[in-house]
Structures are given as C-alpha cells and as structure tokens.
C-alpha cells in the first residue's frame, strides 16, 4: 500500500518537472485553439484522472479562459464526442462558451456523439458541424436509481441507515421510492429539462416550442440533424478548424493550439485527480464511502 503510494508520487513529481520544461515548447503563431470534451462530463472530480473517460467543466472552463486570454488564438475549436453530463456541469461549460464569443468565434466538430448535455454546450457555440453519421441531439433529462432490496434479501445483506431530514436519503438504492419521493425527482427533473430546452433555443436561435417538439431523447444522424437545424453543416474535424480559422481572420494554412497541454500544470493536475480517485475508491473498499442521491444527467 505505502510502496503504491511511494511509486505515484515519484511518477507525479517525474511528470510535473517534465511538464514544466516542455510545457512551453509549443506553436509561437497565430491559431485555432482546439478544446477535446471527451466521455461524461462531470463538475470537478471524476472524469478528470487518468483512470476516468471523461472530463471536468472546471478544466474546460479554465482552457475556455486561457484561449480568451491567449493573443494566438484567434477561434476555438470544440472537438465533442460525449454521450452527455450532468445539468450544473454543462451549464458552468455553456456560460463560459458564450463569454469566449463576445471575444472570438467557437466551432463545434462532433465525432461519434454530441448528445444531450454534450449537444447543450455545442448548442451554444456559433458554428456547430458534425459528420453525416454522427449521432446528434438526445435532448432530454434522465435519473436511473436503482432498486437492490430484493437482491439484499437473497444474499442476506441489510443495512442501517440512520437520517435526520425527512428526504435526506432520497435515491437509495435499499428501498424502493417512495410516490412523495418521486414527486420530488420529477419537479428536479422538469427544472433541468426546462433549462435545457431554454439553454438550446437561445444557442441555436430557435423557437422554444420547435426545440421542445424535438426534445424527445432520441439522437439523429448528422444529415438529419442538418435538415432539423441542429447543426449547420456536415464536415469532419479538419473542416472544422478550417471553418474555425476563417472565421477568427486566419488566412491560409489554420494550425492548432492544444490547450489541454498549454499549462505546466495541467498533467500534474490529472495525476492529482488520478491519486484523488485512488484514494476514494481505497477508502470505499474499507467501507468508508457514503453516496446520497444519484445525480439528474442530460
């Protein structure tokens, strides 16, 4: 156990001088800044590390900032393959996308997905393309809480659990829910539904009540997704960052700024997060790890 923590804090200091020395080195001119939102987006925490496939609104609104900032970039490229997120997550994202448009231009590319909440921050951009077999859209609200009781009682497992506030344990996965309970989740979930039609209407320009008619949680293949006005145009990633580079008043070749690697801390970060998940899961094997309601995802 100790020798395993020895070993990831020598890799994280390694890491962390190399990303200090080499962090720099790094296109000089005038670019497309290129922003990945890769996997489950999430607020901070997990879907950050290295063991996690996802990514965390607090590092896309920090690479967000620092491409406004950065006299180099002259538009930003969002490269999006996500199947969502949770609401609070995609709306940190989507504040911080429209800022960056008062100062310069930001394209979407999707690859495979840019569906529900993922298609929420694409939706806010001025430019959105995607291939014609992307899937696209998935605009809905979704909790999944599931019902363990039954599989507790075969294998004789119970629990005690003790809770001052009548709905402190709202989502529990030992008990089945309660109709007062569920009554609750659905008032939560009309709330980020609502905002999220709202959210795409006012990024895309659209009716609200068109965007509600297409608020199923279905997706569409690109070319679909282009005769719906989900997206405005069917290209791939390299078409994009061209679209991107005229759009900012690049001539010529359109050469990408990597903000993931802009930062001398930005690796050392991951593998902080990375110990961070580590240490969580450690600490939930020893039985110290609590969970209280499953969170509401787009």
Not at 26 to 47: M, N, P, Y
Not at 76 to 93: F, K, M, Q, Y
Not at 94 to 112: A, Q
Not at 233 to 242: F, M, T
Request: proline share 4%; net charge negative; glycine share 12%.
């Amino acid at each position: 156990m100790i020798l395993v923590l020895l070993m990831i804090t020598f890799f994280c200091g390694t890491c962390f001088v190399l990303s200090v020395f080499l962090g720099g080195r790094s296109f000089k001119g005038d670019g497309v800044a290129l922003i990945e939102v890769q996997g489950v987006l999430t607020s901070s925490g997990g879907g950050t590390g290295m063991f996690e496939y996802g990514c965390s609104a607090d590092m896309l609104v920090e690479q967000l900032h620092r491409a406004r900032k950065d006299d180099r970039v002259k538009a930003v490229l969002l490269r999006i393959d996500s199947p969502g997120g949770t609401p609070a997550a995609a709306e940190e994202v989507y504040t911080e996308i429209r800022r960056t448009m008062e100062e310069k231009p930001v394209v979407v590319s999707i690859g495979d997905m840019g569906a529900s909440a993922a298609y929420f921050i694409a939706s806010a951009t001025d430019y959105i393309m995607a291939s014609p077999d992307s899937d696209v859209g998935s605009i809905g609200v979704i909790v999944q809480i599931p019902n363990l009781e039954e599989l507790n009682r075969k294998i004789g497992l119970d629990y005690t659990i003790i809770t001052e506030g009548e709905y402190k344990d709202i989502g529990s996965p030992y008990r089945p829910v309660t109709p007062q309970e569920h009554a609750i989740i659905e008032g939560q979930m009309k709330v980020a539904y609502d905002n999220l039609i709202k959210g795409i209407a006012e990024g895309r320009e659209m009716e609200e009540a068109r965007i509600r008619e297409l608020a199923t949680g279905q997706t569409w293949p690109g070319v679909q997704a282009l005769e719906l006005g989900l997206i405005d145009e069917l290209g791939n990633y390299r078409d994009a960052a061209e679209t991107a580079g005229r759009m900012g008043g690049i001539e010529g070749d359109v050469y990408l700024i990597d903000m993931s690697s802009g930062s001398p801390f930005s690796l050392f970060s991951e593998l902080v997060s990375a110990m961070k998940e580590i240490a969580n899961s450690m600490e939930m094997l020893r039985g110290g790890g609590t969970t209280e309601t499953t969170p509401i995802k787009r």
